[in-house]
């Protein structure tokens, strides 16, 4: 199935370091949702954005709905170590009920 | 809420024997979506139910595969026989709106 682009695959940055990755699509999405895997578990749930230009904050994390509503943004300031892990990004088309994944940014904080 | 409940957490068994995985949903999530996970090719669309009904089972990789889900709080997904490059984490997520949720997955080793 379909797959989104996602960068960079992967990350190593210093503890306190600002972070940010993306995705995009070849599709207009009408959902785009961000999740986090830690090591041994699901996906969780971190962001969701519904609408084009919609720029939306959890914590230290922030993320944008594109206007061209083909990509997303995720950025997340001043890393900790416990920010470590998978995270992916997710669209859902106009009319879909599945979701398409991205094909995940690894990130590792050093402290 | 419980969340997604999925079992086994983990599964080692010989080629040729049958696995079944079992997926216990959100109450009152009317989709249901079963992913599997794997380093060389990431998460996987299988199948998605909705409303109990399968509606795409494009992804399912061969007749080996099949999924169920007999009501609205119970889905399984079977491999008969298995083979080890089935080896993989297999996740179940369902969704009562825009967002979707996972379970920790069944970690599956094929010897």
């Known amino acids: 199935g379909q797959q989104l682009n996602q960068s960079p695959q992967s990350m190593f940055i210093q503890e306190g370091e600002d972070v940010s990755m993306n995705c995009t699509s070849s599709s207009i999405f009408n959902t785009w949702l961000w999740y986090k895997q830690d090591p041994g578990e699901g996906p969780v749930l971190l962001i969701a954005l519904y609408k084009a230009g919609e720029l939306t904050s959890n914590g230290r994390l922030t993320a944008q709905f594109g206007i061209t509503r083909k990509d997303s943004f995720l950025n997340i300031s001043a890393s900790i170590p416990s920010d470590v892990g998978i995270y992916f990004c997710a669209g859902r088309r106009t009319g879909a009920n599945n979701l398409f994944f991205g094909t995940g940014t690894r990130l590792t904080v050093i402290p | 809420d419980a969340g997604v409940i999925q079992s086994p957490r983990h599964e080692v068994t010989e080629m040729g024997q049958e696995v079944t995985l079992r997926c216990k949903p959100i109450s009152g999530h009317n989709s249901l979506f079963w992913y599997r996970q794997t380093m060389m090719r990431g998460l996987e669309l299988l199948i998605y139910?909705?409303?109990?009904?399968?509606?795409?089972d494009s992804g399912m990789p061969e007749d080996r595969f099949s999924a169920k889900m007999p009501n609205a709080s119970f889905s399984t997904l079977k491999i008969q026989p298995s083979e080890p490059r089935d080896s993989a984490v297999y996740f179940c997520?369902?969704?009562?709106?825009?967002?979707?949720?996972f379970g920790q997955g069944t970690r599956l080793t094929v010897v």
């Open positions: 997520a369902s969704r009562g709106g825009p967002e979707a949720f």
């Open positions: 139910f909705n409303n109990n009904v399968p509606i795409d």
